[in-house]
């Protein structure tokens, strides 16, 4: 065993996000399609001699410390699956943003079950750690595998995706977040009286991935919970419509929003893109991204 473990795991945007009728069981059923960039998590993870499961941040990000936060609740399920006595502490350090519709929270998750992992010389893997993932919440498997995958049912089952090259990604985030439920509640109501088919993943993006062609791939994104999103925050819509006036090859919101993530030609396109959302004085903080890169891995260790 060793007593220390560092684990940095990326955000993700969401491709595609098609969105199923509302079933029994509360969930939609989803046809989406994952990658993750360049914005890091950092999770270091100290083995207690106490029992109980501590989360510390880093004091300016307000992330809970209780059971509502998801590395908290990952934590639990992997001390009780695998019988540790041991207490966990949690140090979190944040870049992806709360609440931003970039799976920050499932990514503190997915990351805790890698780290106790490595902790604990469990050897699980990657298949095991994302099934112990989809208890805690639909996104958490995704933010250990990383890279571009399908995910169907809950958007929890994975599938990865052949990607070719590096996306170059203009993300416009906001300084409040909005509440996942409360998007696909919205989501529901604007399609009320509405026959929502099955959703299917689109094989043209796929294409356009396995091509590594940018410009098609901006064409193709496609999210449903984005109408839900821009009627719980219409700035959303100005920000959309000026990232597509200047230049980006196609603009989404990220999973529930309220993030934008809009895609730029190469890495001087990015940085144009950039100092354009900046000086347009409707985002206030515009950060790059680049995508595809792998899910949560322990960075260092110490025994
Ligand atoms: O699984 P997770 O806790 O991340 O989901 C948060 C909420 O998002 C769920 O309680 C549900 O309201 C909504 N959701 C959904 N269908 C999905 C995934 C999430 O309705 N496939």
Same mark, same amino acid.
């Given at each position: 065993?060793? #007593?220390?473990?560092?684990?940095?795991?990326? /955000? +993700?945007? !969401? %491709?595609?996000?098609?969105?199923?009728?509302?079933?029994?069981?509360?969930?939609?059923?989803?046809?989406?399609?994952?990658?993750?960039?360049?914005?890091?998590?950092?999770?270091?993870?100290?083995?207690?001699?106490?029992?109980?499961?501590?989360?510390?941040? #880093?004091?300016?990000?307000?992330?809970?410390? /209780? +059971?509502? !936060? %998801?590395?908290?609740?990952?934590a639990e399920l992997m001390r009780r699956s695998f019988e540790i006595e041991s207490g966990i502490a949690i140090k979190i350090k944040k870049e992806i943003p709360i609440a931003g519709g970039m799976a920050g929270g499932s990514a503190n998750a997915g990351a805790t079950i890698v780290g106790i992992d490595s902790l604990f010389g469990l050897g699980l893997n990657r298949n095991e750690m994302e099934k112990l993932g989809s208890e805690i919440g639909a996104d958490v498997p995704f933010t250990i595998s990383g890279g571009t995958a399908i995910g169907t049912g809950r958007g929890d089952r994975i599938t990865p995706v052949l990607s070719r090259g590096a996306y170059h990604w203009v993300l416009a985030l906001s300084s409040s977040g909005l509440s996942t439920p409360a998007v696909y509640n919205e989501c529901d109501r604007l399609r009320e009286g509405m026959d929502i088919a099955a959703p299917h993943v689109s094989d043209e993006l796929l294409q356009s991935l396995t091509h590594g062609d940018a410009k098609s791939l901006g064409k193709k994104l496609v999210n449903d919970l984005q109408p839900a999103a821009c009627s719980l925050k219409p700035a959303l819509r100005l920000i959309l419509d000026v990232g597509i006036d200047y230049g980006a090859l196609g603009g989404i919101v990220s999973g529930s929003g309220p993030t934008v993530a809009f895609l730029a030609e190469n890495?001087?396109?990015?940085?144009?893109?950039?100092?354009?959302?900046?000086?347009?004085?409707?985002?206030?903080?515009?950060?790059?991204?680049?995508?595809?890169?792998?899910?949560?891995?322990?960075?260092?260790?110490?025994?």
């Amino acid at each position: 065993m060793i #007593d220390r473990a560092v684990v940095r795991v990326p /955000g +993700k945007i !969401n %491709l595609q996000l098609s969105v199923g009728p509302l079933q029994k069981d509360g969930y939609h059923e989803l046809a989406t399609v994952f990658q993750s960039v360049s914005l890091y998590d950092e999770l270091t993870l100290t083995v207690l001699d106490s029992d109980e499961i501590v989360i510390e941040s #880093d004091g300016k990000s307000g992330i809970p410390d /209780g +059971k509502e !936060n %998801l590395a908290f609740r990952a934590a639990e399920l992997m001390r009780r699956s695998f019988e540790i006595e041991s207490g966990i502490a949690i140090k979190i350090k944040k870049e992806i943003p709360i609440a931003g519709g970039m799976a920050g929270g499932s990514a503190n998750a997915g990351a805790t079950i890698v780290g106790i992992d490595s902790l604990f010389g469990l050897g699980l893997n990657r298949n095991e750690m994302e099934k112990l993932g989809s208890e805690i919440g639909a996104d958490v498997p995704f933010t250990i595998s990383g890279g571009t995958a399908i995910g169907t049912g809950r958007g929890d089952r994975i599938t990865p995706v052949l990607s070719r090259g590096a996306y170059h990604w203009v993300l416009a985030l906001s300084s409040s977040g909005l509440s996942t439920p409360a998007v696909y509640n919205e989501c529901d109501r604007l399609r009320e009286g509405m026959d929502i088919a099955a959703p299917h993943v689109s094989d043209e993006l796929l294409q356009s991935l396995t091509h590594g062609d940018a410009k098609s791939l901006g064409k193709k994104l496609v999210n449903d919970l984005q109408p839900a999103a821009c009627s719980l925050k219409p700035a959303l819509r100005l920000i959309l419509d000026v990232g597509i006036d200047y230049g980006a090859l196609g603009g989404i919101v990220s999973g529930s929003g309220p993030t934008v993530a809009f895609l730029a030609e190469n890495e001087e396109h990015a940085l144009d893109l950039v100092v354009a959302l900046t000086s347009s004085g409707v985002v206030g903080n515009v950060v790059r991204a680049q995508g595809p890169v792998p899910g949560a891995r322990v960075v260092s260790d110490r025994t």
